[in-house]
């Protein structure tokens, strides 16, 4: 959740990219270009934070999950509905 996220330093640094309907915040570092973290249009109140991104603990491994962007819809239902 948002209220839950704290970013500690780098704010100044940081440069956002909405897409068509500015719904989802992409964070971006404006010297380099990497994407930070973003809020995600199919639930802007959650911030997901790239892994290469965090400073300690390091995450131990990451799960490579395909996804359909074009059908991005059906492609949550179906994600929601594994989760829950």
Same mark, same amino acid.
């Given at each position: 959740? =948002?209220? !839950?996220?704290?970013?500690?330093? %780098?704010?100044?640094?940081?440069?956002?990219?909405? *897409?068509?309907? $500015?719904?989802?915040?992409?964070?971006?570092?404006?010297?380099? %270009?990497?994407?930070? *973290?973003?809020? /995600?249009?199919?639930? /802007? !109140?959650? #911030?997901? #934070? @790239?892994?290469?991104? &965090? !400073?300690? /603990?390091?995450? &131990?491994? #990451? =799960?490579?999950?395909? *996804? !359909? %962007?074009? $059908?991005?819809?059906?492609? @949550?239902?179906?994600? =929601? $509905? *594994?989760?829950?």
């Amino acid at each position: 959740m =948002t209220k !839950d996220f704290k970013l500690l330093r %780098g704010q100044d640094a940081l440069t956002t990219y909405t *897409f068509n309907t $500015n719904t989802a915040q992409h964070k971006f570092c404006s010297k380099c %270009g990497v994407q930070s *973290f973003y809020h /995600p249009r199919s639930n /802007p !109140d959650s #911030v997901a #934070v @790239m892994p290469h991104c &965090i !400073d300690s /603990p390091q995450p &131990i491994s #990451v =799960t490579v999950q395909n *996804f !359909d %962007g074009n $059908n991005w819809e059906s492609s @949550m239902e179906i994600e =929601t $509905n *594994f989760l829950s």
